[in-house]
């Protein structure tokens, strides 16, 4: 055409992109691209380019023309199976399978054709959802059981045809609509049963396609779909017999199964994905474990009140064993750190958990004192500052659960309690040792801490019983009077805020100069609130004197070992 008169040149241009147009419109988005000649000017490239949101448009209008042709099906087949000309067990597998049919045509759908692959999937979701609704409730040709089948397999089916091409819009629209379906339905049939199980194999299904690295936005949503369903039946089976009319009873293996499996299918993805894959566990799936963990915790505690606490407890403590174990041995290097705190803080919070299911007061108190040392000496020798934490963790819940607490504030502040047990000697005694073994504090918060609390447990415990001890001495002698109470108090903190202060300045530990300065304060509020309120005024006057040598005393030994 070069040779051509430059009028017919771009007659024939103009021709050849009608031709184009044409070819789009009765193609859509098929028909190919514009091309432009080489030396086309650029003015017909801009007449090009408007012809890609009009063929765009016209590919759109023809899918949704399809999708209203599918709904169209549905109702036809709906009208079919009210006019009772065929069985409806018949229509129902005719309507099942049309659904199917949509989800395969959604899955063959190219790759380019995104808009397509949803609607068409969307249109499979609209016609199979009330469809099982009204087959179930309305003409009763499926059981409840015969639904969750039918949901379990649509899911089947979504994953088996949509995995190898990775069509993860389908497998949202499919695993969103069965699971909503199967919810519903448990609720509307009073039949929890067969659903959660259904909604236990989409579970399944989503943490199989996470193991084979293709994540799936719709797994929170399905899991928290599936959590409710599971916790609904605790709800409703952990109540009076009189609270759930119409629903079927069941028995404790099948109360028990759901929430244990879910439990089973969470843990059994984190170990595969987070020991043989070496992956970041990620904020859905550590939280999740943990609501399905409490959910099969609960489920034992309900439905199997005699054994479900033994159970559970072993659970806890093995569970906790196996953590530790994964913490120091397969996330210990690096690029595993959030495997390591996530498993670290669940292995200390399981072993609490068991250590209380497992034992009473006493021995709790001497299983977590043996914790808290041998977790602190271990943390000390293998240089690891979690298993320290730890140790710290056990010291205070093996406090607690000694009542040291209590028998602190009534020593030192209240009525004065009864003979303490030997639990109080032996948090006292676990106290020491681990600040003891504890490695020197550094400018770490979490160093400093690892000496303050085991530090202050020590000194809270000692005082109290230095205070009983001396009053059983004066009891001997006389009946204390509130006054003598008042004032052997002050002398015990007074006494310990001085030894504190010399032996932090002595061996250089700023931890014992912050006890002695918040021993001073206590002493300032005790003697506005007991002394001067109850005692007479020889007590009083001692009372302050003391109060008064410590005061000076204590800035000077703390500035003594600031000078060394």
């Not at 771009?10 to 992109?17: D, H, N």
């Not at 566990?281 to 943990?290: H, K, M, P, R, W």
């Amino acid at each position: 055409m070069d040779h051509l008169p430059d009028p017919l040149e771009r007659l024939a241009t103009r021709l050849e992109m009608l031709e184009r147009r044409v070819a789009v419109l009765e193609h859509g988005s098929e028909a190919p691209g514009p091309a432009l000649l080489p030396d086309a000017p650029a003015t017909q490239a801009a007449q090009a380019t408007e012809t890609l949101p009009f063929s765009q448009s016209g590919s759109m209008f023809s899918v949704m023309g399809k999708a209203m042709l599918g709904i169209a099906g549905a109702y036809v087949l709906r009208a079919v199976a009210e006019s009772s000309s065929l069985p409806k067990l018949v229509v129902a597998a005719v309507a099942i399978g049309y659904a199917l049919m949509w989800l395969v045509w959604a899955v063959r759908s190219k790759a380019d054709e995104k808009l397509a692959s949803i609607v068409y999937a969307c249109t499979s979701a609209m016609i199979l959802a009330p469809l099982l609704w009204e087959l179930t409730l309305r003409f009763k040709v499926l059981d409840p059981a015969a639904t969750a089948g039918v949901l379990s397999g649509y899911v089947i089916a979504a994953f088996g045809l949509a995995f190898k091409r990775d069509h993860a819009p389908v497998l949202w629209v499919a695993n969103v609509t069965a699971a909503v379906v199967a919810l519903g339905l448990a609720v509307a049939t009073h039949d929890l049963g067969p659903f959660l199980g259904a909604l236990l194999l989409m579970v399944l299904c989503g943490e199989i396609a996470a193991a084979c690295r293709l994540e799936l936005s719709q797994r929170p949503l399905v899991a928290a779909i599936t959590d409710l369903g599971v916790w609904g039946l605790i709800f409703i089976y952990s109540g009076p017999a009189a609270a759930r009319a119409g629903y079927p009873e069941v028995g404790a293996l099948k109360l028990l199964a759901p929430a244990c499996l879910l439990f089973l299918v969470y843990a059994a993805s984190i170990v595969v994905k987070t020991l043989v894959q070496k992956r970041p566990i990620s904020v859905f799936e550590t939280g999740q474990t943990l609501i399905a963990f409490l959910l099969a915790a609960c489920t034992l505690l309900y439905f199997a009140p005699a054994a479900g606490a033994p159970v559970l407890a072993a659970a806890c403590l093995a569970l906790s064993a196996a953590s530790y174990t994964a913490v120091f041995v397969f996330f210990a290097g690096e690029g595993q750190g959030r495997n390591y705190h996530v498993f670290a803080s669940w292995s200390v919070a399981l072993l609490l958990a068991g250590s209380l299911l497992c034992f009473a007061p006493p021995g709790l108190s001497l299983f977590l004192g043996a914790a808290a040392i041998v977790t602190t000496l271990l943390g000390t020798r293998l240089h690891r500052t979690t298993l320290q934490v730890h140790g710290l963790l056990y010291l205070v819940a093996a406090a607690i659960a000694s009542g040291l607490p209590v028998y602190t504030f009534r020593a030192l502040a209240g009525a004065l309690p009864a003979s303490p047990s030997w639990t109080v000697f032996l948090v006292c005694a676990v106290a020491i040792a681990c600040y003891r073994a504890a490695k020197p504090a550094g400018a770490e918060w979490t160093q400093r801490l690892l000496h303050l609390v085991p530090a202050a447990i020590a000194v809270c415990g000692l005082a109290a019983l230095l205070v009983q001890g001396l009053l059983g001495l004066l009891a001997l002698v006389l009946v204390p009077d509130v006054y003598h109470i008042a004032f052997i108090r002050t002398l015990i903190t007074c006494a310990l805020a001085l030894l504190l202060a010399y032996s932090g300045s002595r061996w250089q530990r700023t931890e014992l100069n912050w006890i002695a300065w918040a021993t001073l304060t206590f002493v300032a509020a005790k003697l506005l609130f007991e002394d001067l309120r109850h005692g007479n005024l020889v007590f009083i006057a001692a009372s302050i004197f003391l109060f008064a040598v410590t005061l000076m005393a204590v800035p000077r030994l703390t500035r003594r070992g600031q000078r060394i």
